[in-house]
């Protein structure tokens, strides 16, 4: 059974830092790019960053871009997310998502974990 | 411009058909795909490749693109199909795109 499941989530103060690592299984890891999606409380879904299956490529929305490095480690089926700046508007539920890039006209995340929260607060 | 765009809600009755549509200029190049997600749950892929559906995902829902529109179509609403669905795009510099998504009530 494909699954993912991400881990690492939490309380931390503004200007802090948290990494997120995302365990998958079931399918060839290194074969595949991923992605890291987030949801603030109430809202909707934010691409926030992704990562080719090599990690060679890595890929940022612009409100994190500078802040947060995502990496795998292709040897441990393992996916992460060092966020560094913290600031209250990072509050959200953080999803990672298997990313099919294999072809050009049509991206998309077919497996989803179940998410991890980070809450940015004094 | 690097957004997509949705109706934040949409009604439908029991059984009924309903379409949910999204906007943007990435769509005229790239095909969009379609998420569910529940309350309290993680987004499931309903739609990917305009009109592909995951197995396990029922053929009520299909998917058309058209222009800078792309369209959700639920042929048949069912209860359990009450949600919100969000669109999804690549952009030319390989980062993904969402749209604000559409509550979807099933009356």
């Known amino acids: 059974e494909v699954q993912l499941l991400e881990s690492g989530g939490g309380l931390v103060l503004p200007g802090g830092s948290l990494r997120l690592s995302c365990a998958a299984s079931?399918?060839?890891?290194?074969?595949?790019?991923m992605s890291w999606v987030r949801q603030a409380p109430g809202k909707g879904l934010e691409w926030v960053s992704a990562?080719?299956?090599?990690?060679?490529?890595?890929y940022y929305a612009d409100s994190v871009k500078g802040r947060f490095t995502i990496s795998r480690d292709n040897s441990k089926n393992t996916l992460y997310l060092q966020m560094n700046s913290l600031r209250a508007e990072d509050t959200a539920v953080y999803y990672c998502?298997?990313?099919?890039?294999?072809?050009?006209?049509?991206?998309?995340?077919?497996?989803w974990g179940k998410g991890t929260t980070v809450t940015v607060s004094s | 411009s690097s957004e997509l765009t949705q109706d934040p809600a949409v009604s439908v009755a029991l059984g009924q058909t309903v379409r949910i549509t999204c906007q943007g200029d990435?769509?005229?190049?790239?095909?969009a795909s379609w998420y569910q997600q529940k309350p309290g749950q993680a987004p499931v892929l309903v739609i990917y490749?305009?009109?592909n559906r995951p197995s396990g995902i029922p053929d009520r829902f299909s998917g058309s693109s058209s222009g800078n529109t792309a369209s959700l179509t639920i042929t048949g609403a069912q209860a359990e199909d009450e949600a919100d669905y969000y669109c999804?795009?690549?952009?030319?510099?390989?980062?993904?795109?969402f749209g604000g998504g559409t509550k979807l009530t099933v009356l």
């Open positions: 998502a298997k990313d099919d890039r294999q072809q050009y006209f049509h991206y998309y995340m077919d497996v």
């Open positions: 079931g399918f060839t890891f290194s074969s595949y790019a």
């Open positions: 990562i080719s299956g090599s990690g060679g490529n890595t």
């Open positions: 990435s769509l005229r190049s790239y095909y």
């Open positions: 490749a305009k009109n």
């Open positions: 999804n795009s690549r952009d030319s510099s390989d980062n993904h795109l």
